[in-house]
């Protein structure tokens, strides 16, 4: 059974701060996503890296993509009250043949403060 | 185009009852997965359907089924329910098929059960 540790659980922290959560397994992934979720919705995909090392941006948002493909990390740049969800990573087996099943981690409530 | 569609979005249920939630996927996706959110679980997955065969099922007991209709929209439903059934049932839906890369989900909003 593949296991994603999401790190910290909870991350309480003031608009302007950087951020940075966690995503390890011991399990090799194909590819690794991070969704974030908003209460009453369905997690919405942020990105997908799938090449070891891979380094993605998305405006305040830097992902990054373990060499070995078992880790990932989230890094949040001046975070601002909008940034506040749940975010989750998740992980495709390697070699599966699954369209639609991930390894989610429990994922961390994130809360920006004005 | 349109997203994810589920419903009910909210139903209340008891002890021994059974329910049935549907999904609709986005219109060219044929391959729909559900998972059940809860708290102190989190994201699990169910079960995965594809060309209306089931492709993977996640650790449940057999109380939770699907099924996949030729139109890709997928059904699930949960026999004999208990109070830990209580959770969040997201739907999700995926272009993938054979040969593709990344599994990539579009989830729907989801269906809210309350067992009590």
């Known amino acids: 059974t593949q296991l994603l540790e999401q790190s910290p659980q909870f991350l309480s922290i003031q608009e302007g701060e950087n951020l940075t959560v966690y995503c390890n397994s011991s399990?090799?992934?194909?590819?690794l996503q991070w969704y974030r979720q908003e209460p009453g919705e369905g997690p919405v995909l942020l990105v997908t890296?799938?090449?070891?090392?891979e380094v993605k941006k998305l405006k305040r948002l830097t992902f990054q993509f373990g060499d070995a493909r078992k880790d990932s990390s989230l890094h949040i740049t001046a975070a601002q009250p909008g940034d506040t969800g749940l975010y989750l990573c998740?992980?495709?087996?390697?070699?599966?043949?699954?369209?639609?099943?991930?390894?989610f981690g429990q994922g961390t409530i994130l809360t920006v403060h004005p | 185009k349109a997203g994810v569609t589920q419903t009910p979005r909210y139903l209340i249920k008891t002890r021994g009852q059974q329910v049935t939630l549907s999904c609709s996927p986005i219109?060219?996706?044929?391959?729909v997965s559900w998972y059940q959110q809860t708290p102190g679980q989190g994201l699990q997955f169910l079960f995965e359907?594809?060309?209306?065969?089931?492709?993977n099922k996640g650790n449940f007991p057999g109380r939770f089924s699907g099924r996949q209709f030729s139109n890709s929209r997928s059904e699930m439903n949960v026999s004999t329910l208990e109070l830990g059934d209580s959770a969040l049932y997201l739907c999700?839906?995926?272009?993938?098929?054979?040969?593709?890369?990344?599994?990539?989900?579009?989830f729907g909003a989801g269906s809210r059960l309350t067992v009590l």
């Open positions: 999700a839906s995926s272009l993938a098929g054979p040969g593709s890369g990344a599994n990539v989900l579009t």
């Open positions: 399990s090799v992934f194909s590819s």
């Open positions: 890296v799938v090449t070891g090392g």
């Open positions: 998740a992980g495709a087996d390697a070699g599966g043949t699954s369209y639609g099943k991930l390894t």
């Open positions: 219109s060219g996706h044929r391959s």
């Open positions: 359907y594809f060309s209306e065969t089931q492709r």
